[in-house]
């Protein structure tokens, strides 16, 4: 065991500038920093990795403000659609929920598909039903539903036609961690992106996408346009970028964000860590919110 090791990073949402966050500014950084520290304290204590993303991605899924669980974005139809990932990165394990409804926490649900069954991502109706025979919290529609997304969604559908499915919000929670014993985790959530059409899946249920954990490498949350960290498979490329090509980890975060991904037309971020407990973070946006802390690094919170 390696106590100088333990580190953890969060992040809430990578993107575009907005009144709104403007407005809320220090309730952003306060939830970020709440969500660091609880998973720190985890890890301080002989925690695992696989139990502070998992507690650290909950306290932001339970948080109004960030789009996941309790905040998530309204799609088309008016509906709160959630996805979720989880990675252990010593047994390269993982479990993933998509499109699911109600269950007050997906992070736990998608923790529950990859240690209860032999599956990696259940989706919709038959991920609600799962979350009923575990026992897992939830929640009624309303719950999820904020007067903030609410607006969002009322906007969007004020846009013409043409535009219906192009201006639209986003935004993700996630975690990345190493604990005592070396081991990696990463935990990504979100509540989707404004007025998307109903049955989209975005990357934060997509292993090698937006969630991707491996002892060897690193633990990588991603967040932003997340048809972009599908198409470039961002989370897996920067695990590939530090084992072929042998560069530290902000190097390999740097070079698939702003190189390999340099002509992308969308946001995309990243938060990751690695076994010795260094941290990569990037992002093309003009903002991610974003929070980290190990025995070595004292606590940072920034927004922009």
Not at 208 to 224: D, F, P, Q, R
Request: with cysteine; aromatic share 6%; charged share 20%.
């Amino acid at each position: 065991m390696n106590m100088e090791n333990i580190a953890i990073a969060v992040h809430g949402g990578a993107g575009q500038d907005s009144d709104f966050l403007k407005q809320n500014k220090q309730a952003f950084q306060d939830g970020l920093k709440e969500a660091v520290m609880h998973g720190y304290m985890l890890l301080d204590k002989g925690g695992s990795a696989l139990d502070a993303v998992e507690q650290v991605v909950r306290s932001l899924e339970n948080n109004h403000l960030f789009n996941a669980g309790r905040g998530s974005a309204l799609n088309n139809k008016g509906k709160v659609e959630m996805d979720a990932s989880i990675m252990d990165g010593s047994k390269m394990t993982a479990g993933a929920v998509s499109i699911v409804t109600n269950v007050k926490n997906p992070i736990t649900l998608a923790r529950h598909i990859m240690e209860k069954t032999n599956h990696v991502m259940i989706s919709g109706k038959a991920a609600l039903e799962f979350a009923k025979v575990q026992g897992i919290e939830l929640a009624p529609d309303s719950y999820f539903i904020t007067n903030h997304q609410y607006e969002e969604f009322e906007k969007c559908n004020k846009e013409t036609a043409e535009n219906l499915y192009t201006k639209r919000t986003h935004g993700t929670v996630g975690a990345v961690a190493v604990d005592q014993n070396g081991n990696l985790a990463a935990a990504t959530s979100t509540g989707g992106t404004s007025n998307c059409l109903d049955g989209r899946i975005g990357d934060s249920c997509i292993i090698g996408a937006g969630t991707y954990a491996n002892n060897e490498t690193c633990a990588v949350s991603g967040t932003g346009d997340g048809e972009f960290l599908i198409t470039g498979v961002v989370a897996h490329s920067i695990s590939q970028a530090v084992f072929y090509k042998k560069c530290s980890l902000q190097e390999a975060c740097d070079l698939v964000i702003h190189n390999y991904n340099r002509n992308t037309k969308g946001d995309i971020g990243v938060i990751s860590v690695n076994r010795d407990g260094n941290f990569g973070i990037s992002f093309n946006s003009p903002r991610m919110n974003r929070a980290w802390m190990s025995k070595r690094t004292p606590l940072e919170i920034k927004i922009y």
